[in-house]
């Protein structure tokens, strides 16, 4: 793994931990698009550093990531970009 790498199963052990049992926290993740980058291309080029270790999953993988580290989806919402990209905001409860 690159030390650039965003482990999702250590990052959310953590925010369990963390977070109250019971607890609410909103999740925002960018879906996989191919027709698109996952970055972008704007006047600030301190965004692009986000290519060298972003990754995107689907609802399903995402939902499983949550499950194995003891979260649930509570709600769900769909946003799509001005520029086509889609993002799910999520809310998820710590069991």
């Known amino acids: 793994m690159d030390t650039n790498d965003v482990e999702p199963n250590v990052l959310f052990r953590n925010i369990r931990f963390n977070l109250k049992e019971n607890g ?8 996989p698009s191919e027709s698109y980058t996952q970055v972008t291309k704007t006047k600030y080029k301190s965004l692009e550093l986000l290519n060298g270790f972003m990754k995107s999953y689907s609802l399903r993988d995402f939902n499983e990531i949550l499950t194995i580290n003891g979260f649930e989806i509570i709600e769900q919402q769909m946003y799509k970009t001005e520029f086509g990209k889609h993002f799910g905001i999520l809310s998820i409860k710590n069991l």
């Open 24 to 31: 609410v926290a909103i999740v925002i993740i960018q879906l």
